[in-house]
């Protein structure tokens, strides 16, 4: 991954909403399962998977189009 592409994905999760991101963070990155998630936040697998499905495509757009 270039340093630009880096740059700009880092900025990305940056502009989550905080719990999204925390999330986002402990799921590709921590490889937390969703089940754990779920139990922690209290929330469920759903919508967790609802959260994460917004953050990625968040994500992709400001990769693909540098804007939302």
């Keep these: 991954v270039g ?3 880096r740059d700009r994905l880092i900025e990305a999760i940056a502009e989550l909403p ?3 991101r925390e999330i ?3 799921r590709k990155f921590d490889e937390v399962p969703v089940n754990e998630i779920a139990e922690r936040f209290g929330l469920s ?6 959260m994460m ?7 992709d757009a400001r990769l ?4 939302e």
């Design 24 to 26: 986002f963070m402990l």
């Design 3 to 5: 340093a630009g592409t």
């Design 45 to 50: 697998r759903s919508s967790i998977a609802k």
């Design 18 to 20: 905080p719990r999204v």
């Design 64 to 67: 693909h189009n540098g804007c």
């Design 53 to 59: 499905q917004a953050a990625l495509l968040h994500c």
